[in-house]
């Protein structure tokens, strides 16, 4: 383990925390429920923006089903008594210098939780980035907002590409393609999925189920096939077909949002840090991780990027730090999977507590579970509102 940053005497103890999303906050109410109270601890938060996003809610903002008010809530409002907020990206981190830097700033820590989530990974494909659309955050889901409808309306037969044929892209396809239909636009959607099949990680008869609701929708999905090339408008797939003049969607794979990492830690393929039975990251006990950036072992495999596992994390994150502080022992994480709904806008697949979902009622439950997650009264309202009128068939 990593040894101590030097303290001069008096110093305060400094836990930092790097994200406020959902594993950031989990953290935070534990957290600033023992440091509020304790002089000789401060606690440091960082984000890059000053309000925290309700990220499943973004194929509803990028098809413009709900405003961009919905899912944000401003960070301010949710901090914890003598909680600083540094409204700054974090572009590098050093575990065994004890710092994170903001450009030419440092910030030494004593305790460090790592809850940045993670962001689009492009796995090298570099052609005309700035005209392809991905759907990581709250600001480029607006993105798609502002440019799908003129896109629409200025094309005789639209084409949607998307790459990548996991939940996030099955999402957006189904979305985009009901806004078309609502603006009496016809629109050829094409999946484009490197494996053999969708939906990948869930298990095969869900895949199939989801293939046929996607072939019912007229969508051409294409397996074990990529996009090799784009050249700003024009996309190729490796099948060597070529579709012409497309709005382009990436949604093939995330990575760690906070790349620039120095130290002996050990991280998957995707930049997800692994931690163990008390989320310490590998080799460094007084850094931890929850949330999209921490690689969770559940049995053989690792918990799937899910709002319940962060949340979870977060919260054991944090009681955990609360417990180094106090120089009391660790608790172990333990996960409860209580399902998943995918929303297919205007149906839904999923699983909650071992019993099936489809359709309106998965839908109205995903804006439901929205609405008990997010941190802002009028959003709670809002969702509350969306979920029973997709229930009733109404949204
Ligand atoms: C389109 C889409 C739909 C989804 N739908 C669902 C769903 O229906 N159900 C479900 O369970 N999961 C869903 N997920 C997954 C879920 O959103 C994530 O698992 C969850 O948001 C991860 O929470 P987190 O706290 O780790 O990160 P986040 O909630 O992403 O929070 C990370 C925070 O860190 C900040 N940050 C990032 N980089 C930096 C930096 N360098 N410096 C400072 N701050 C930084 C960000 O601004 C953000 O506030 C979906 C994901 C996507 C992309």
């Given at each position: 383990m990593a040894s101590r940053r030097p303290r001069k005497a008096g110093e305060m103890k400094r836990i930092i925390i790097a994200g406020v999303g959902f594993a950031g906050i989990s953290a935070l109410k534990h957290l600033g429920e023992f440091t509020g109270t304790s002089p000789e601890f401060e606690v440091m938060v960082f984000d890059k923006n000053d309000y925290t996003t309700m990220i499943p809610s973004l194929p509803d903002v990028a098809a413009k089903r709900?405003?961009?008010?919905?899912p944000r809530a401003d960070i301010g409002g949710l901090l914890p008594r003598r909680v600083l907020f540094k409204n700054e990206e974090i572009t590098k981190i050093d575990f065994d210098a004890q710092s994170i830097s903001v450009g030419s700033n440092d910030y030494g820590y004593d305790y460090l939780l790592l809850s940045a989530g993670s962001i689009t990974n492009?796995?090298?494909?570099?052609?005309h980035l700035s005209s392809i659309f991905v759907l990581d955050s709250l600001t480029e889901a607006l993105k798609i907002k502002e440019a799908f409808g003129g896109y629409l309306s200025n094309r005789e037969s639209p084409t949607l590409i998307i790459s990548g044929a996991g939940f996030a892209g099955i999402e957006i396809a189904c979305f985009l393609n009901e806004y078309a239909k609502a603006n009496s636009k016809t629109i050829k959607v094409i999946l484009v999925e490197?494996?053999?099949?969708?939906?990948?990680?869930?298990p095969a008869a869900v895949g199939g189920y989801v293939k046929s609701l996607t072939s019912d929708l007229g969508f051409d999905v294409v397996v074990n096939s990529s996009v090799i090339s784009f050249n700003g408008t024009d996309v190729t797939l490796e099948t060597g077909e070529v579709f012409e003049d497309v709005f382009f969607v990436w949604t093939s794979g995330t990575k760690r949002a906070i790349e620039d990492i120095s130290g002996g830690f050990i991280s998957l393929p995707d930049g997800r840090m692994r931690v163990n039975e008390f989320l310490q990251v590998s080799g460094y006990e007084n850094v931890f991780a929850a949330g999209d950036c921490a690689a969770i072992k559940s049995g053989d495999a690792y918990l799937r990027k899910a709002v319940a596992f962060s949340v979870s994390s977060g919260a054991t994150a944090g009681k955990n730090i609360v417990r180094s502080l106090n120089n009391t022992p660790l608790k172990r994480f333990r996960p409860v999977d209580l399902g998943w709904v995918i929303p297919m806008y205007p149906s839904s697949i999923g699983k909650l507590l071992g019993v099936p979902v489809r359709g309106r009622l998965g839908l109205g439950l995903h804006y439901l579970t929205c609405g008990y997650r997010t941190h802002d009264l009028e959003s709670l309202r809002g969702y509350l509102a969306l979920g029973l009128r997709n229930m009733i068939g109404a949204g």
């Open positions: 709900v405003g961009q008010n919905l492009f796995f090298g494909f570099n052609q490197k494996t053999a099949r969708v939906l990948g990680n869930l």
